[in-house]
């Protein structure tokens, strides 16, 4: 199989490096970032583009752009990773409507593109008979969409709610375990990266939000928007509110939660129990779903990080594999 790679970041050299440890039969045929590109229809050296990344250097050459890439590569599938605009979805969109109109499969990270457009993408992509898939959109390496899409199909689910954001799962841990000040355990999650130095779109629970529409709209079929959703972040939590929460053996996390039946989609921060299960620590992620035929399921894993997110991109990309690229 085929690829060309859209993003040359974190996420982008994790797939790289993880395409090189596992020796998957997949040939990278072109890769791009915001400053450079290269297209190589006998396959890229990936090593190599790796240590030049990673000395600093570019990718490719500079006269090379994704749009290049899009429009000129030999490729089966399209692997989108570049970051996300949730404004517009572009540049990313640009690319994957690109890529489908090509008749090439596409698998992406990048919520922008699934969040705002994607009932024209579905169409798009069966219009033209090639897969578009986005695991890595939402919980990282957790399997919750083919899950749902594949594991559960059948099912009626319910209702479906969980910890969506890491950042503020390690915020909120930290408040609980060392009485810590929102501030303090802000300050500390930067400093180990977890936050971003503009934390607004993690703690007032935009992510957790835009995760929430992805699933309503390509799991639970409801066409929704970021705007429907309501939404409570957690900058104004404080100690105190932590220890009242500890003091009935409770504590506080940021919960999304969708309740397909009455058309509710909400993010804020909840009270649970110590001992329920969506109660995880540091910057895991936890999703329980509630189905009328296999019960309650809850899966927990990384929701985010290089490998992890890779992990979910390779897991589309051999499905895809297996399915058409081999048969075709």
Do not use: W
């Amino acid at each position: 199989m085929r690829i060309a790679l859209l993003g040359f970041g974190s996420v982008g050299r994790g797939i790289a490096r993880v395409i090189l440890a596992k020796d998957l039969d997949i040939t990278v045929t072109g890769i791009a970032d915001s400053k450079s590109g290269i297209i190589d229809a006998a396959g890229i050296d990936l090593a190599a583009a790796l240590a030049r990344k990673e000395n600093g250097g570019p990718c490719g050459n500079a006269g090379v752009t994704p749009a290049d890439v899009v429009a000129k590569a030999d490729y089966d599938v399209l692997v989108e990773v570049t970051p996300t605009n949730v404004d517009d979805g572009e540049p990313a969109l640009g690319h994957i409507r690109a890529a489908l109109r090509r008749r090439k499969h596409v698998v992406t990270s990048n919520k922008g593109p699934i969040a705002l457009a994607y009932p024209e993408l579905r169409a798009l992509a069966e219009e033209n008979g090639v897969f578009l898939k986005y695991e890595a959109t939402v919980c990282g390496a957790i399997p919750l969409i083919h899950a749902m899409q594949e594991g559960l199909a059948g099912n009626t689910i319910s209702r479906l709610y969980g910890v969506f954001n890491g950042t503020c799962n390690y915020i909120l841990t930290r408040m609980a375990a060392e009485g810590l000040t929102y501030e303090q355990a802000l300050a500390e999650a930067r400093e180990l990266g977890y936050a971003e130095a503009d934390p607004t779109y993690d703690v007032e629970g935009i992510d957790a939000a835009i995760k929430l529409v992805i699933l309503a709209n390509t799991i639970l079929d409801m066409r929704t928007g970021l705007d429907s959703v309501e939404r409570t972040g957690i900058s104004l939590l404080t100690p105190d509110a932590l220890q009242l929460a500890e003091d009935q053996d409770c504590t506080i996390r940021l919960i999304g939660e969708i309740v397909p039946e009455a058309g509710v989609l909400r993010v804020s921060p909840r009270i649970i129990a110590k001992t329920h299960p969506l109660v995880v620590e540091g910057t895991l992620n936890a999703v329980t779903v509630e189905t009328d035929l296999a019960g309650d399921l809850t899966f927990i894993g990384k929701g985010a990080g290089s490998t992890e997110t890779a992990s979910a991109v390779i897991g589309d990309l051999l499905y895809i594999q297996s399915r058409h690229v081999q048969g075709s």
